[in-house]
């Protein structure tokens, strides 16, 4: 089992810039598939982006790809979501995953964050 906590969420313009952390505890971290999804209220919650085990593979919504980017460090439990360029559409609670098995970025996760909101101006 692994217990995620979220941090870096704010208030920023658009065309700037956040980076939100989770850290996860417990010893085989290295042995999760992470995630970062993304929910408005109303709307269903949202696949961001997903990184590998060992931070080989990656995967990201259409909507974020070349303004995001996630990266992982094992050694310290954490996984990053590093946001340029927002919009205002970006506006959300984010939230990060994990879960164990074969790489399947989109496929239902286990383990949730408990998010961190992110508000993008125009």
């Known amino acids: 089992q692994v217990q995620l906590v979220e941090s870096g969420g704010g208030l920023v313009q658009a065309g700037g810039s956040l980076r939100l952390s989770c850290v996860g505890s417990g010893r085989t971290f290295s042995d999760y598939v992470m995630g970062w999804f993304r929910q408005t209220p109303g709307k269903e919650r949202e696949f961001v982006a997903a990184?590998?085990?060992?931070?080989?593979?990656?995967s990201y919504a259409d909507s974020v790809k070349g303004r995001f980017t996630i990266s992982r460090d094992n050694a310290k439990n954490t996984v990053s979501l590093q946001m340029n360029n927002l919009r205002p559409e970006d506006t959300a609670v984010y939230y990060c995953a994990a879960v164990r098995g074969d790489w399947a970025p989109r496929r239902p996760y286990d383990y949730w964050g408990q998010g961190t909101q992110v508000t993008v101006s125009s």
């Open positions: 990184i590998s085990w060992a931070g080989r593979s990656t």
